[in-house]
């Protein structure tokens, strides 16, 4: 069950890049140990790409990094290289948003799961993380 959505806030250390974005106050985040995540200690959680919103002008600030498949865009930001939020492998039409990015103050609970992007297909199949970006009912 999916709780209430409300609005959280967030961005990039420097703060050229700034977002939004509707999620519970109770989120699953993953941690990944895949090549990339694992050497930025990067711990996520994922939303369906409609309830993100980039601010202001923040799209002159961002860019991306690609590798492997190309499926997963890893944004960042060009003058203080904070990667907030990027869109992952496992979600390509979703938005996986780094928890510590986030504005403090929104979230009650966060679970942490772990992601095993050094086994990403077996570890894909069987997470159900690709649900994570679809919009759910929230009665």
């Known amino acids: 069950m999916e709780s209430e959505l409300v609005l959280h806030n967030g961005g990039c250390h420097c703060k050229k890049v700034r977002w939004k974005v509707q999620a519970p106050t109770s ?4 941690k990944c140990n ?21 601010l202001g002008d923040s799209v002159q ?8 498949t190309h499926t997963a865009k890893h944004t960042f930001c060009k003058v203080c290289g904070i990667t907030s939020f990027y869109t ?8 996986a948003v780094t928890l510590a990015c986030l504005d403090p103050g929104t979230l009650s609970h966060v679970e942490i799961r772990h992601a095993d992007g050094k086994n990403w297909e077996d570890f894909f199949h069987r997470s159900g993380i690709a649900l994570q970006s679809k919009t759910h009912s929230t009665k």
């Open 88 to 95: 992952p492998r496992s979600n390509p039409d979703g938005i």
């Open 61 to 68: 600030f961002i860019t991306t990094y690609t590798f492997g």
């Open 27 to 30: 989120v699953v985040a993953w």
């Open 34 to 54: 895949c090549s990339d995540c694992s050497m930025r200690g990067n711990v996520h959680f994922v939303v369906p790409h409609q309830r993100f919103e980039l």
